[in-house]
């Protein structure tokens, strides 16, 4: 018997979803969901150990012996506490390779064996799962957000950055704000000024709230560092920040309110949510895209073309729907069968592609997968 390989738990995220569909199989996926304290289905522990016999069967049909490959398996397993509650595991197992990473939400238990991993459940969640902040926006008193799996805390403001119209009013007032004066009377040498302002006392508010927001947008560049950025409060101001904001990755979806009454525990869901709409949103202009293409040559639609294409390296974009697949033979491991749709995936991932799973309501009718070409 080998030495087992040395067990990593870690989050997943893109970069590492590309290095997984790198790997050369047998490639054996274990999907573990939460359990929750005092459930009555068997523990996590008895459930690898069922998974482990199951995959001993599949490589056997691999003609791959499972003796070796199952031992840092094993060991996980025994590691797991069946007497309380936890998150869910996505186990990877391959030649000189074992990783469990958290894996929130897989809904039920699976093992697979196979030229791929099983990565096309997982896609959603590596990237909207993904460390964001939240900015509650207020002319009064403004809060930043920290949030990382659907949980969030308020952190400080980077120092010297206002958290209000006033301090921003303080800091710099905005050149256009500055009132203008006129000569009145019959001479100039004895005339007095006349006040007129050059906005309403509503555009003078609007305009500072755009000052505030921009002085915001540059002290957050920083602390920010291009990760995603969900904006709370109400629309119209949001829409203001958008507008203004030059060195921030926003999201499109906001998160609708009174920013200054919402707690930490509050925005933490709301603000995975946005993120999940943004990703669905994201995928569908791309399928959106994908049909106005002029370049045919750079669409592919149907399962078998859009996967030769993943494995040339040439797919920029993937759009698969989330809830189906396709069972078939297309590996580089011989006629081994497994989920094309899947397979896919993890070519274009393989090659740096980026990939979007949609609901199958929101694909063209009898696609399971679309692909937009790099050439």
């Not at 289905?41 to 199952?70: F, Q, S, W, Y």
């Not at 050059?198 to 920010?224: I, N, V, Y």
């Not at 101001?237 to 919402?262: D, F, Q, R, S, W």
């Not at 698969?320 to 081994?336: F, K, L, N, W, Y």
Request: proline share 7%.
């Amino acid at each position: 018997m080998t030495a087992a390989v040395p067990v990593t738990t870690i989050r997943l995220d893109e970069p590492m979803l590309e290095r997984l569909a790198a790997h050369e199989g047998p490639c054996i996926t274990m999907l573990i969901p939460p359990r929750h304290p005092g459930a009555a289905e068997p523990g996590r522990a008895t459930l690898i150990a069922g998974m482990i016999r199951t995959a001993a069967k599949e490589l056997a049909k691999l003609h791959v012996p499972p003796a070796d490959l199952m031992v840092p398996v094993e060991e996980f397993a025994e590691s797991v506490n069946d007497h309380s509650g936890g998150e869910g595991y996505a186990l990877f197992r391959s030649p000189g390779s074992f990783l469990a990473a958290s894996a929130p939400d897989v809904a039920e238990a699976s093992v697979t064996a196979g030229p791929h991993f099983r990565l096309a459940p997982l896609i959603k969640g590596a990237v909207t799962r993904q460390e964001m902040f939240v900015l509650g926006l207020s002319r009064n008193n403004v809060k930043l957000y920290r949030c990382h799996e659907g949980r969030c805390s308020e952190t400080p403001l980077p120092e010297g950055v206002p958290a209000s119209v006033d301090e921003a009013t303080a800091f710099d007032t905005p050149d256009h704000d500055l009132e203008n004066r006129s000569a009145a009377g019959p001479s100039t040498g004895s005339m007095k000024s006349v006040h007129f302002g050059t906005s309403s006392e509503r555009e003078k508010a609007q305009s500072h709230l755009r000052h505030f927001f921009a002085l915001l947008d540059r002290g957050l560049k920083g602390l920010l560092r291009d990760r995603p950025l969900v904006l709370a409060g109400v629309h119209e101001e949001a829409a203001l920040y958008k507008k203004v904001a030059k060195h921030a990755n926003i999201l499109g979806p906001e998160i609708v309110g009174n920013a200054e009454a919402m707690t930490a525990a509050e925005i933490g869901p709301r603000a995975l949510q946005a993120a999940e709409e943004n990703y669905r949103g994201l995928g569908a202009a791309a399928l959106e895209y994908l049909r106005e293409q002029p370049d045919r040559r750079r669409a592919r639609t149907g399962v078998h073309a859009v996967l030769n294409a993943a494995k040339a390296g040439r797919v920029h974009e993937l759009i698969a729907a989330e809830d189906v697949e396709v069972t078939g033979a297309a590996s580089r491991q011989g006629q081994v069968k497994e989920d094309l749709v899947n397979a896919a995936v993890s070519e274009t991932l393989r090659y740096g592609g980026r990939v979007f799973m949609l609901p199958g309501s929101m694909m063209p009718k009898g696609v399971a997968l679309a692909a937009l070409l790099r050439y």
